[in-house]
């Protein structure tokens, strides 16, 4: 971890609801009674240091006046004003947060204000290999048909493109077995990390972080941490001569990048703006410079000098604790039209889009009880969720709307013909025992016409798919149970069928349209009576007939400790049907007792599936040798993507680029980077 690390890390520490979120859900994971007191006081110890930093210093201080808004953009309202800003912040450590923003800002619409009925894209979940049939080369697997994620690597089919080593280096593969480096885009200053990417036709998009130093600020001389400014910036690159890129576009958006679309040649990138909270509840508004709150950007089209945007063109949301600003960009890749820059206080969680519409998700907990005690033992769980219209690189706020529970990830939501889906897990305390698992589907003003509650008490939600009309939805405690969940009309979901298995699947991937592939973890009971995991799994479920689903298949991967980037980030599996290939990074490891484990490989694994004969190991690829579990394990060598083009597989780790036939399973090229 260098320097820009720890600084990101300390400015990311606040007490708030997604702090205690995750400190709920370190509670749940505790199984034995030891350690769940044990973890219950690190709660309260938490919980103790966050109302210690909430409480003004001095109590004294002169109060602000009231918050004056106005109800602007479908019953959104705006800060205004300075003043506004300062009283929000301020009064939200205090807990009153919600309570002005009732009294004062008149929210009733916001959540269900009336809007014109927009027509939105099916998301039809189809893969990578759907997307791409009439070409020979693999995509990023992406959630939603048209709509495309950034990733670590793109291919054209001629061309490799892959974040690597902070810098982004541009492959020729147009023979396999004399794999190129053409070009570097250095970031030698260290300034710039790059993160992800996207790629169309001669344009190369590169979205990373960019991290200012802030503490000679006079606002903050007097913090004991060292503060920087983190920004995320979109560079666009012309790549009709891939051997020197030129960098012809800059946008930047204030605060810690959350994620990124690309639709059509529109992109939209989104990030949270910490706020430093801490000076409001120390410092009064005269000692506070007013012009350093405000969200700034850049967009090189119009110029080089940082713009700041005005406080009466910030919206917030009224329902959000959170006193972050959430920054989105929209701009088009093929025109010269200022981006389009949005900025609204209340920062968001998790994301899904559509082709037309932009969901971001925010999750809050509600106390019913006062009491340190009451704080984690009685408390409501909502998930808001705020819409917005995605036109021609434009970001429109269209309503906002709420649902018990949490959720999982970008998998937990969906849209189809207008009807937003979401599945979410639902508690009342830190006790995993009233855990319940819930299905919602909204209208187009976000208002809930439809739901299913109530599923598998005393557990939670591991993965979702929404397939067309169809849900499934793993949830896990001992057992896996896969839900089939029929939503061909929307004001009535109803639990078609069940199916438990020992393990549970992490991630569920469409295989077809009666056959879906779940890859997650192998489980077992130890000595104590808790349950721990014990390798990975991978498992082929026949929904032909949803009242009936089953398991037809299945391969265990490896022992405990075995793990893939799979079964945390759907962008590290390679799927085509047409070619028969379904191939992952893994780390397989074996237990030797004690609950010690070794490491034996650590590479790609490429798999075949046929309906009538299963699973089939087709290969490995491996970019280092492996002995004596950990002691040799090179980091750089680890494999991190694997895309193919025509009938070869390219592995990609930091060090190097390996091309493999994948009919053959014969090394072709090594690329060393």
């Known amino acids: 971890m260098d320097k820009k690390d720890y600084i990101d890390a300390i400015n990311e520490i606040e007490a708030n609801d997604e702090l205690r979120r995750k400190t709920f859900e370190k509670i749940k994971e505790k199984k034995s009674y030891s350690k769940r007191i044990y973890t219950i006081a690190t709660a ?22 009231p918050i004056e808004v106005v109800a602007e953009n479908n019953g959104l309202p705006k800060l205004e004003n300075f003043e ?16 002005i923003m009732v009294e004062n800002a008149v929210i009733s619409d916001a959540a269900t204000g009336t809007t014109e009925i927009l027509d939105s894209a099916q998301s039809t979940n189809k893969t ?14 992406v959630q939603v048909e048209g709509v495309d994620e950034a990733d670590i690597v793109k291919t054209d089919g001629n061309y490799i493109y892959y974040v690597t080593n902070n810098k982004v280096i541009i492959v020729n593969a147009q023979d396999e077995k004399k794999l190129k480096i053409v070009s570097e885009i250095q970031y030698e200053d260290n300034s710039f990390n790059p993160r992800e990417l996207f790629i169309a036709e001669n344009k190369l998009i590169v979205i990373g972080t960019l991290y200012e130093d802030y503490s ?33 576009r800059e946008i930047t958006i204030e605060g810690n990048y959350l994620s990124s679309r690309m639709i059509g040649d529109n992109v939209y990138f989104i990030a949270n703006k910490y706020m430093y909270s801490y000076l409001f509840r120390n410092k ?38 959170d006193t972050s600003y959430l920054n989105i960009a929209g701009f088009n890749i093929n025109n010269n039209e200022p981006a389009n820059i949005e900025s609204y206080l209340g920062a968001g969680e998790d994301i899904y889009s559509s082709e037309n519409n932009l969901y971001i998700t925010k999750v809050k907990y509600e106390y019913k009880d006062s009491k340190l005690y009451g704080y984690y033992n009685n408390y409501d769980v909502n998930t808001y969720i705020y819409k917005f219209k995605l036109e021609d690189s434009k970001i429109t706020y269209i309503n906002a709307g709420s649902v018990p529970g949490v959720v999982l990830n970008q998998f937990s939501m969906d849209e189809k013909d207008g009807y937003f889906r ?43 798919r929404f397939m067309g009309n169809r849900a499934y939805m793993v949830t896990f405690v001992e057992t896996d149970p896969l839900f089939v969940i029929d939503l061909s009309e929307p004001t009535n979901p109803v639990v078609l069928g069940e199916l438990k298995i020992p393990g549970y699947s992490k991630y569920l991937h469409p295989y077809d349209e009666n056959h879906i592939i779940g890859f997650g973890e192998n489980t077992r009971i130890n000595e104590y009576g808790g349950v721990i995991t014990d390798g990975m799994k991978m498992a082929l479920f026949d929904v032909t007939n949803p009242t009936n689903p089953k ?49 034996k490989f650590q590479g790609a694994i490429v798999y075949g599936l046929d309906l009538e004969k299963g699973f089939t190991l087709r290969g490995t690829i491996a970019h280092m040798q492996v002995q004596e579990g950990y002691r040799n394990y090179d980091y750089e060598k680890a494999v991190e993507r694997i895309i193919y083009i025509k009938d070869n597989l390219y592995t990609l780790s930091k060090r190097m680029i390996k091309s493999t036939n994948m009919n053959t399973m014969e090394e072709q090229n090594v690329l060393e980077i």
């Not at 979401?422 to 439809?450: C, F, H, M, P």
């Open 128 to 141: 990578e290999s759907s997307l791409k049939e009439e070409v020979d080369y693999s995509n990023t697997n």
């Open 284 to 321: 009064e508004i005269e000692e506070l410079d007013e012009e350093y709150f405000k969200p700034k950007y850049t967009d090189t089209v119009v110029g080089t000098t940082e713009q700041c945007i005005a406080y009466p063109d910030i919206y917030y949301f009224p329902e959000s604790e």
């Open 44 to 65: 309260m110890i938490v919980f103790v240091i966050a109302i210690s930093i909430a409480i003004p210093l001095n109590n004294n201080k002169n109060t602000v006046n």
């Open 551 to 599: 398991e037809l298949y299945s391969v265990d991967i490896g022992e405990k400790g075995t793990y893939s980037e799979l079964l945390n980030n759907h962008k590290a599996l390679l799927f085509s049907k047409e070619k028969n290939i379904i191939a992952f990074p893994v780390s397989i490891s074996e237990e030797v007792g004690n609950y010690r484990t070794n490491l």
């Open 422 to 464: 979401i599945a979410t897990t639902d508690s009342d305390n830190w006790n995993n025992e009233t855990d319940r698992n819930n299905l919602y589907v909204l209208n187009e003003k976000l208002e809930i016409v439809g739901k299913v509650e109530g599923l598998a008490k005393g557990e939670k939600i591991y993965s979702v």
């Open 84 to 99: 506004n800003l300062y009283n929000i912040i301020k009064n939200s450590s205090k807990g009153y947060y919600n309570g």
């Open 216 to 248: 000679k600020n006079n606002l903050l001389v007097d913090s004991i941490y060292p503060i920087s400014n983190q920004k995320t910036v979109a560079k666009i690159y012309k790549t009709e001569n891939k051997e020197k890129p030129e960098l012809v």
